[in-house]
């Protein structure tokens, strides 16, 4: 007999305004960041939340039509971020002191933090955290709001000459009188370890040219792919969203593992018909559950990187985080899917470590 089912999921943007315009000035990510961005709250009086038939079929999910794609039975791997992180950070451990007993380096990660904002000061007490589980030291230097760009530079340039220092972050954002452009440029490329130095990023664009440090969200991405043994070669994907720091390295990277991509932005018309056509679909837009199950192929693997607080009365935070894409009609009609959170979340910190031993590595030559 059959069942009927409601899905949780919010309209997209294209199909009505089911999102609030109310805003929070940050929100915890749950690799323990509170990044400052506006965030758009959606509402609970969802106007299409949907009922569906449980008894529909998989090929009538496929159709197109969103009711159709949430009917069939979940069929789709979880790709557990979570424990994949946990597994790389163990890994990441056992390497730093394989090194410390070969060579006595432990690697070094310094962080500037300018100002007292409440989100930037969580931000880096999790990053001690996590790099004090696997073994990295952290230092850290705390200037006041009205510091000047020069005690900034001061700063970068003495972490720059410091040999214990093997990674630098300079934690965002930075005061409004600061020039973010000048200070980011100014960390060696050696120790650009966010991976967002212009020539990392350039160098990543190129063929036959290597970056010394790739982006940590989209490095997590791959990570998850290969991870799940993933075939990337000669697929078709799909990155939702093009921001320097998510959608284009995302796209860069697919592309330097032979997948034929495709960039859908919000200038995209009937993104849904290109997101259809991937196998491989990353998702980093910031708006949630924008991704119906009508936007996957049947099969695809889906990332989701999006991160979206949405009011919850029942949640004593008064919210919940979901992602970019409808999760309950992913995992009907994709083959994989990254929950959030526990997805791409916890790589992101991983990420960040990885690439502070991989520099330490490089720096001393150790193999
Ligand atoms: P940005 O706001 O910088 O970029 C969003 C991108 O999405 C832009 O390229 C924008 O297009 C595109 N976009 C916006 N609306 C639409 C739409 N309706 N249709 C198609 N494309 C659209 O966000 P970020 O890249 O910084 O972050 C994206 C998401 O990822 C957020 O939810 C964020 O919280 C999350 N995030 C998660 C991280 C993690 O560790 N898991 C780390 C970083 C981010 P256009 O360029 O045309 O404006």
Same mark, same amino acid.
Request: proline content about 6%; aromatic content about 4%.
């Given at each position: 007999?059959?069942?009927?089912?409601?899905?949780?999921?919010?309209? $997209?943007?294209?199909?009505?305004?089911? *999102?609030?315009?109310?805003?929070? #000035?940050? !929100?915890?990510?749950?690799?323990?960041?509170?990044? $400052?961005?506006?965030?758009?709250?959606?509402? *609970?009086?969802?106007?299409?939340?949907?009922?569906?038939?449980? /008894?529909? /079929?998989?090929? &009538?999910?496929?159709?197109?039509?969103?009711?159709? &794609?949430?009917?069939?039975?979940?069929?789709?791997?979880?790709?557990?971020?979570?424990?994949?992180?946990?597994?790389?950070?163990?890994?990441?451990?056992?390497?730093?002191?394989?090194?410390?007993?070969?060579?006595?380096?432990?690697?070094?990660?310094?962080?500037?933090?300018?100002?007292?904002?409440?989100?930037?000061?969580?931000?880096?007490?999790?990053?001690?955290?996590?790099?004090?589980?696997?073994?990295?030291?952290?230092?850290? +230097?705390?200037?006041?709001?009205?510091?000047?760009?020069?005690?900034?530079?001061?700063?970068?340039?003495?972490?720059?000459?410091? =040999?214990?220092? !093997?990674?630098?972050?300079?934690?965002? =954002?930075?005061?409004?009188?600061?020039?973010?452009?000048?200070?980011?440029?100014?960390?060696?490329?050696?120790?650009?370890?966010?991976?967002? !130095?212009?020539?990392?990023? @350039?160098?990543?664009?190129?063929?036959?040219?290597?970056?010394?440090?790739?982006?940590? *969200?989209?490095? @997590?991405?791959?990570?998850?792919?290969?991870?799940? @043994?993933?075939?990337?070669?000669?697929?078709?994907?799909?990155?939702?969203?093009?921001?320097?720091?998510? @959608?284009?390295?995302?796209?860069?990277?697919?592309?330097?593992?032979?997948?034929?991509?495709?960039?859908? !932005?919000?200038?995209?018309?009937?993104?849904?018909?290109?997101?259809?056509?991937?196998?491989?679909? %990353?998702?980093?837009?910031?708006? #949630?559950?924008?991704?119906?199950?009508?936007? %996957?192929? #049947?099969?695809?693997?889906?990332?989701?990187?999006?991160?979206? =607080?949405?009011?919850?009365?029942?949640?004593?935070?008064?919210?919940?985080?979901?992602?970019?894409?409808?999760?309950?009609?992913?995992?009907?009609?994709?083959?994989?899917?990254?929950? +959030? =959170?526990?997805?791409?979340? #916890?790589?992101?910190?991983?990420?960040?470590?990885?690439?502070?031993?991989? $520099?330490?590595?490089?720096?001393?030559?150790?193999?």
């Amino acid at each position: 007999m059959a069942s009927t089912l409601f899905t949780d999921c919010w309209c $997209s943007s294209s199909s009505s305004s089911a *999102t609030a315009n109310r805003f929070v #000035p940050f !929100h915890k990510f749950e690799d323990g960041l509170l990044r $400052s961005r506006h965030i758009r709250f959606a509402t *609970t009086t969802n106007p299409c939340r949907l009922r569906i038939d449980a /008894s529909a /079929s998989a090929a &009538a999910a496929a159709s197109g039509s969103p009711s159709a &794609a949430v009917a069939a039975e979940t069929t789709a791997k979880i790709i557990d971020g979570k424990s994949i992180a946990k597994q790389i950070k163990d890994e990441i451990a056992a390497e730093i002191s394989r090194m410390k007993d070969a060579i006595g380096v432990v690697p070094g990660l310094a962080v500037v933090l300018v100002g007292d904002r409440k989100d930037s000061a969580t931000y880096v007490r999790n990053k001690k955290k996590s790099c004090e589980l696997v073994g990295i030291n952290s230092y850290e +230097v705390h200037l006041p709001e009205d510091s000047t760009e020069q005690e900034v530079l001061k700063y970068i340039s003495g972490f720059n000459d410091d =040999p214990a220092v !093997h990674g630098i972050l300079v934690q965002l =954002p930075l005061p409004a009188h600061m020039n973010e452009q000048n200070i980011l440029n100014a960390v060696h490329i050696e120790k650009d370890v966010d991976g967002f !130095h212009p020539v990392n990023i @350039g160098r990543l664009a190129m063929r036959g040219r290597e970056p010394l440090f790739v982006p940590c *969200t989209p490095k @997590g991405c791959i990570e998850l792919l290969h991870r799940y @043994g993933v075939d990337i070669k000669g697929k078709r994907a799909v990155v939702i969203g093009r921001s320097n720091i998510v @959608g284009m390295p995302a796209a860069l990277l697919l592309q330097r593992e032979d997948a034929t991509v495709s960039v859908v !932005h919000s200038r995209t018309k009937n993104p849904e018909d290109i997101a259809r056509e991937a196998d491989i679909m %990353i998702s980093a837009v910031g708006q #949630p559950n924008m991704v119906r199950g009508n936007w %996957i192929k #049947p099969g695809a693997v889906v990332i989701d990187v999006g991160i979206n =607080p949405v009011e919850d009365t029942n949640s004593p935070r008064g919210y919940r985080l979901v992602g970019d894409v409808c999760y309950e009609e992913a995992c009907k009609i994709a083959s994989a899917v990254t929950p +959030v =959170p526990g997805g791409v979340g #916890p790589m992101t910190i991983a990420m960040l470590l990885s690439n502070t031993l991989a $520099s330490a590595k490089r720096m001393h030559n150790f193999k």
